[in-house]
């Protein structure tokens, strides 16, 4: 049994998937294509500004071609925006105030983010007086109704946070119709705060956004998803308009929001790679299915499984050894058009509690729409990987892991 013999085998079974996935493109090409349509986009948005911004047209219109491919009322798309972190610190920060509560329900955050939220002498929520709770997931990792509730009537809550994809934890992604079940369940149950939703790696991974089924606010990265490969930096928010003029003031400052911000590179990058996004994230679903799929027939465990079409771009794969978790991720380092002579090794990265290792021989640093993985050494041993610019890149490193395990 060959490698390339393992990948013809699945290419053959995932046929069915594929076309999803190519529906499923079609589509969300054919809304970003309209969007940037109906908001008369032409060259002089792309064009730099510089000192405050003012009149800074490219920016005010890419919030806008989000806003309309999103079916959100406004948002906010910024160079200034550092990654997906300082996106929903921004946002955040721009709902929350003192002494207010908020509920995550669905389970721990990721790693990252905790700092922001319960941090000591850092600037946190918490050093705020904000409050923050969490109702952990069933042992399926679905949301635990009946403690929601239960937290719901105990509590006056200001915002609920949703996190779509898994983080670190073993457990499916949340779709968009679940996302939309959760927000019926909060609205059913009078809540009337803001329904806040993480949306990392989940952007056009479905045919709609979860401010299509009741959330009031999207967070994101543009070197995930929506940026495409060719954005070089920058995050969104993006909702309703009361919240994400919250976070503009947040942003910049209370007095002048969304007035200010300029950028001397142009926008030529954050438009073109928007338009580009829906086919990327198509790639990466093929891309993750595939290694799935084969590392499933030699025996290793998938979150999700590869016989339906992922919610979002990130996959996890367990192992047995600490040895076999970092030679995967070493093997995707090592299939990488940038860096791919490094030799990885584990370190203590900010923001997380315990060593990690990373591959990302990416041509934007740590954009994770490209082709990526990491993992935190812990048991269980699991890899996370995601991205994949193009398939025919995702089917070579597949290749060479399957080399490599075989």
Known sequence: MTANEIIARQEKKLGGLFSEIDKTVLFNQEKVLNAFR??????????????????????????????????AESAVVSPAILSGTHALTVALFGILRPQDKALCITGMPYDTIRGVIWGK??????????????????????????????????????????????????????????????SSFLRARNFKGCIFV????????????????????????????????????????AGNRKYTELAEYRLTAPSVGAEVGSYAYGYQQFYQGFFLAPHVVGQSLKGGLLIGACLEELGYTNFPSADRVPPDITRAVRFSTEKELIDFIQSVQEVSPV?????????????????????????????SIE????????????????????????????????????
């Open 38 to 71: 109906e908001e008369n986009i032409a060259l002089r948005h792309f064009l730099p500004s510089t000192g405050y911004g003012y009149g800074d047209e490219g920016k005010e219109r890419l919030g806008r071609v989000y806003a309309r491919a999103f079916g």
């Open 121 to 182: 002498e850092n600037g946190s929520l918490a050093d705020f007086g904000v409050r923050f709770d969490v109702t952990e997931l069933t042992k399926e990792g679905k949301v635990d109704y009946s403690a929601v509730s239960k937290s719901l009537g105990e509590e006056d809550y200001k915002l609920v946070y949703i996190q779509r994809s898994r983080g670190y934890e073993l457990r499916d992604a949340f779709t968009v119709d679940e996302i939309g079940a959760m």
């Open 198 to 237: 993480d949306n990392c790696y989940g952007e056009f991974a479905e045919t709609r956004e979860p401010t299509e089924v009741g959330a009031d606010i999207i967070v994101g990265s543009l070197i995930k998803n929506p940026g495409g490969g060719l954005a070089p930096t920058g995050g969104y928010i």
């Open 339 to 367: 860096d791919s002579f490094v030799k990885l090794e584990a370190w203590d990265m900010p923001g997380y509690d315990c060593k990690v290792i990373m591959a990302a021989g990416t041509f934007v640093q740590g954009a």
């Open 371 to 406: 082709l990526s993985a990491d993992a935190p050494i812990r048991q269980p041993f699991t890899a996370y990987f995601q991205g994949g610019l193009t398939y025919e890149h995702c089917k070579i490193a597949c290749r060479t892991v399957l080399e490599k395990l075989l």
